[in-house]
């Protein structure tokens, strides 16, 4: 799917601010929040995501053409693919 197409598709799920991303490989976002839901639609590449605060933190892997929503105000922490990195569509 093309990213325009992509971003289309996100705000068609009612989110206002939308935007491509691409990291490179092993790239790392340390534990942080959003004040509001996030949307993450990837494209390529895949990213795997903990949720720190959680009674027993796991990582699970998400690869492209999965949507990952982070609820407001929920502590996570990502890590992209070493080989590949990651492009996704954010929605806001």
Not at 15 to 39: E, I, M, Q, R
Request: charged share 25%.
């Amino acid at each position: 799917m093309s990213s325009a197409k992509a971003e289309s598709q996100v705000r068609s799920w009612g989110f206002n601010h939308v935007f491509t991303w691409t990291d490179g490989p092993k790239a790392y976002y340390a534990p942080h929040s959003h004040s509001a839901l996030t949307t993450h639609l990837i494209l390529r590449g895949a990213l795997t995501i903990s949720y720190p605060d959680d009674e027993t933190p796991s990582k699970e892997t998400f690869g492209v053409g999965s949507r990952v929503d982070v609820e407001a105000g929920r502590r996570h922490e990502v890590w992209m693919d070493g080989e590949k990195g990651c492009e996704y569509v954010i929605g806001e």
